[in-house]
Structure formats: C-alpha cells, structure tokens
C-alpha cells in the first residue's frame, strides 16, 4: 500500500478514537482537496495534510489555503519524517499504518458560522455520493 495511504489509515484510526469521522480527498470550495477532513460531534472540522516524505513537503506549499476551511490543521507524518521542518503554527500528527499520536495540537481558529454551514453541507452531499456509488454501482439515468 502507497506510504500516504497508510499514513492516512493510521490517522484515521486515531480520529475514531477522539470521537472524529473523516473522509480522504474532500474537494473544498477553492478547488483544493483536503488529505483528510474530519469531523467531531460538536461541529468541529479538522483538516488533516499527509506528508509521506521531505521532498513531498517541501514540493507543496499550499497548506495555509486549507486555513479558512477548518477549525484546526494537522500535519500528518511517518516517524522518521524530520518534526522541525513543520511549521510551529500547525498541529503535528505522526502516523504509521496501524495508529497515530497528536504530538502538537494545532491552534484553534473558528470558522465563522455561514462558511461552517456550507461546508458541511459540501462534505454531507460528497459523503452521500460516496455512499451512494458503493451501494448502487452502476445506477440507471433519470
């Protein structure tokens, strides 16, 4: 299995854990697509950024457009990834294929309420597509 995707499960093994649901590749409305976008019971939206490697870090920079789309922000990242490359500012998780441990919370940034509502609105009518494509594969036109 590809090294983010392991990352990734490990992330969100964790997530369940801390009472969180996610989802991998949630396109947002600046048509970037968030690694993992997580959502705990209270409303709050967590994005979290798989780096599987330094030269995967260091070839995107475009982490602080995920910013106005969450509460918090994580970097996700193997073991052996060095910590100091991610910046203070974000949340560092480090993840393997079978679990994962939040070393730095990332700070809190409210999202203000009419974003809140239309993003959740976006990541339920994508979970429903999701959902919809593995319980009726190949659905008739209308």
């Not at 294929?97 to 974003?115: H, S």
Request: glycine letters at 8%; charged letters at 25%.
């Amino acid at each position: 299995m590809e090294r983010a995707l392991l990352l990734a499960r490990g992330v969100r093994r964790m997530l369940v854990h801390h009472g969180m649901r996610s989802m991998l590749e949630v396109p947002l409305a600046n048509n970037r697509r968030a690694d993992i976008l997580a959502l705990a019971g209270d409303g709050t939206v967590t994005i979290i950024e798989i780096k599987s490697s330094v030269a995967d870090f260091r070839a995107d920079h475009k982490w602080g457009d995920y910013l106005e789309f969450c509460d918090r922000f994580y970097f996700a990242v193997g073991e052996d990834f060095p910590q100091e490359l991610i910046p203070e500012e974000c949340g560092l998780i480090v993840a393997d294929g079978y679990g994962a441990e939040i070393l730095r919370q990332g700070p809190e940034v409210k999202l203000n309420a009419a974003r809140r509502k239309t993003l959740l609105l976006r990541v339920a009518m994508q979970a429903f597509q999701r959902l919809h494509q593995v319980e009726d594969p190949r659905p008739t036109a209308f």
